[in-house]
Nanobody
Framework: QVQLVESGGGSVQAGGSLRLSCAAS????????MGWFRQAPGKEREFVAA????????RYADSVKGRFTISRGTGKNMVYLQMNSLKPEDTAVYYC?????????WGQGTQVTVSS
């Protein structure tokens, strides 16, 4: 059974940083693109960042370019999202998944709250 567990969220002031982690288990993910997504209150879930299997290709939403960095662990079943210069509009629940995402792989997510 596939499980994706996100962690590392919290509450920070604008300009602060957080590092999110995603632990994937239940299958081998090292040949798949992995992504981070987020859902703010009252909004659709949106793409944030993606990374290919060996970490040398990344993609970012325009809203986070230059501030967020996605990376993979050496075991390839860990994915990270380093978030710097956080803004109040980054407040959301953050999820990891394959990219493109599979509906049956969504986890609980981790809450990120940025105050001004």
């Amino acid at each position: 059974q596939v499980q994706l567990v996100e962690s590392g969220g919290g509450s920070v002031q604008a300009g602060g940083s957080l590092r999110l982690s995603c632990a994937a288990s239940g299958r081998t993910f090292n040949m798949y693109l992995m992504g981070w997504f987020r859902q703010a209150p009252g909004k659709e879930r949106e793409f944030v960042a993606a990374i290919n299997w060996n970490g040398d290709i990344t993609r970012y939403a325009d809203s986070v370019k230059g501030r967020f960095t996605i990376s993979r662990g050496t075991g390839k079943n860990m994915v990270y999202l380093q978030m710097n210069s956080l803004k109040p509009e980054d407040t959301a629940v953050y999820y990891c998944n394959l990219h493109p995402p599979r509906n049956d792989y969504w986890g609980q997510g981790t809450q990120v709250t940025v105050s001004s």
